[in-house]
């Protein structure tokens, strides 16, 4: 029986600065998801892209000289560099200047209006043109006469015209919704849970306060203030506000307005992969907006933590941004990609340490995984005449092969829940265990006492180091190909349903080579 399709979905990133830390962060954690599905059998759709309309964007083509489509080509194409030098598998990168999205943006507009779900008005209240969004007074503090966000933003008071979404009219669904037990087909799903809970606190809050149907609760979604963005239809002084041109990305990719496309299939989205600073819009204006369209609405949203470098807080003004680039070109692909996701809990905070990066890639990749892997592969060329050893009698080391065989289902259960560290944890356990089992068994001494137990003891570690290899494809695509080639696994066997598929003795490995270099940690 075939497995059901997957939608994956990483945020689609804003082009006023370069990439960093951040936008590599969100996006690998969407193509190990992406990678290890198609891996587990699934037809996966993983989308990435730039968000490129607004008056941030206009204000920095302005200052840089530029018309704002240069700019944006030119910024764009830096996320889309990113996406090749983090090996990222995206199936698409959507740009929201393109006309697919225009065309996309004008037809969901025409279904809000048609249905009644837009309006005209005013809109007046404390603006942050950095961060494209009003705050309450409730929620400004004030230095030297100037009101700040939040954020940190400066805010200005202004009133203009404004097109207004009925928001208002779906809070209440989006609280049941919220509440509805884990695997109702209607269920919003959002995570971590603490994410959930802010979310739903926030709607409620706003509801017990405003009422049911106020139009304080609806949602300005259209601007006069800039001209850079999808002309609303109709009243061409007014282009689309963030909320409906930036979101709907999702849905242009799928195909949107044309049900008939062949992507549509993938609709709705499985996962939306987002930063926590932007998981309100994703929880409550996006969801509510496909409601009000009659659209499906996404399965579940994950918003994930934020870094820090060395202990403080990241800023440009600090000079301590890290460029996921410069950190690829120092240390390599697969362990910055390892790293990322093994050291932090996926939706917590977490701390960017050299230091700590070091003691991953030297004790867990290099001297656990690598070194089980030269030691159990340079037996097998000395003692085997360099061929595959017969599996042998599983007595032999029974316990230790049953929890190898145990592990993709392990891996598979954390994936699903986006506990990505703990994925990588369960197959280190698993090494640990590996290189426990080599030192006990000491198949260097078998071969005069032994051979046949030797022959087994080194098959049963072939076995765990295939499935390691496997198992680690998404995290680490190159090493672990490599790895995959010194055991002499074919690249038709190398998805998870292989791994019910014992290789031939007799097959003959190629000499081992490392897979991993140590790295020299910072002093103290």
């Known amino acids: 029986m075939a497995k059901p399709s997957i939608y994956l979905t990483t945020p689609i990133y804003y082009v006023n600065d370069k990439p960093h830390i ?51 080509d030119r910024v764009s194409q830096a996320f889309r560099d990113l996406t090749v030098t983090m090996g990222f598998s995206n199936d698409d990168f959507i740009r929201t200047t393109e006309p697919r999205h225009k065309a996309a943006c004008t037809a969901l507009w025409n279904v809000l209006a048609e249905r009644g779900e837009i309006y005209l008005g005013d809109y007046e209240g404390w603006y942050a043109v950095r961060d494209e969004a009003f705050y309450g007074p409730d929620e400004l503090t004030e230095r030297d006469g ?57 709607v409620a809050r706003g509801l017990k306060e405003f009422g049911e149907g106020s139009a304080k609760l609806d949602l300005s979604v259209s601007r006069t203030s800039f001209t850079w963005g999808v002309k609303v239809p109709g009243d061409e002084k007014h282009v689309m506000y963030v909320w409906v041109d930036a979101l709907t990305n999702y849905i242009t990719a799928a195909g949107y307005p ?28 996006w969801p509510a907006m496909l409601l009000a369209a009659g659209l499906p609405v996404a399965k579940r949203v994950f918003a994930h933590g934020w870094w820090t470098n060395e202990g403080q807080k990241i800023s440009k003004s600090l ?24 050291e932090v809990p996926f ?20 001297d656990a995984l690598g070194n089980l892997a030269n030691r159990t592969l340079s037996l097998i060329q000395r003692n085997c005449e360099g061929k595959l050893p017969e599996a042998g009698d599983a007595v032999v080391g029974r316990e230790f092969l049953e929890g190898v065989v145990a592990l993709p289902s392990q891996v ?36 005069k006492t032994d051979p046949v137990r030797m022959g087994v003891v080194l098959r049963h570690l072939h076995t765990a180091l295939r499935t390691y290899a496997t198992l680690l494809q998404p995290f680490m695509p190159e090493t672990a190909g490599r790895m995959l080639d010194q055991l002499g696994v074919p690249a038709e066997a190398r998805d998870i349903a292989a791994l019910g598929t014992a290789l031939p003795a007799g097959i003959a490995l190629p000499p081992p080579a490392p897979l991993f270099r140590k790295i020299e940690l910072p002093a103290a």
């Open 22 to 72: 951040g936008h590599a962060y969100t996006s690998l954690a969407t193509d190990v998801l992406a990678r290890f599905k198609r891996l587990d059998g699934h037809e996966v759709f993983f989308l990435t892209g730039t968000d490129e309309h607004g008056q941030k964007v206009e204000k920095a083509a302005k200052d840089a000289g530029e018309d704002p489509q240069a700019f944006t």
């Open 146 to 202: 100037v009101k700040y966000a939040p954020s940190g933003a400066p805010v200005e008071w202004v009133r203009e015209p404004s097109y207004f979404f009925r928001m208002s009219k779906w809070l209440p669904e989006l609280l049941r919704r919220y509440d509805l037990p884990e695997g109702h087909p209607d269920r919003i799903d959002i995570q971590p849970e603490s994410r959930r809970n802010e979310v739903r606190a926030f």
């Open 258 to 285: 044309e049900t008939t496309n062949p992507r549509w299939r993938f609709w709705p989205a499985d996962l939306h992969f987002v930063g926590k600073d932007i998981v309100r819009f994703h929880t409550i204006y």
């Open 319 to 342: 000079g301590n941004v890290i460029d996921p680039v410069a950190l690829v070109e120092e240390y390599g692909l697969d362990p910055v990609r390892y790293f990322l996701l093994r």
């Open 347 to 366: 939706g917590q905070d977490g701390d960017f340490s050299r230091k700590s990066l070091g003691n991953r890639l030297n004790g867990e990749l290099a």
């Open 412 to 447: 598979r259960e954390r994936l699903d829940r986006q506990e990505f560290h703990l994925a990588l944890e369960a197959v280190m356990a698993s090494v640990r265990d590996a290189n426990g089992y080599i030192t006990l068994e000491a198949p260097w001494a078998l071969k």
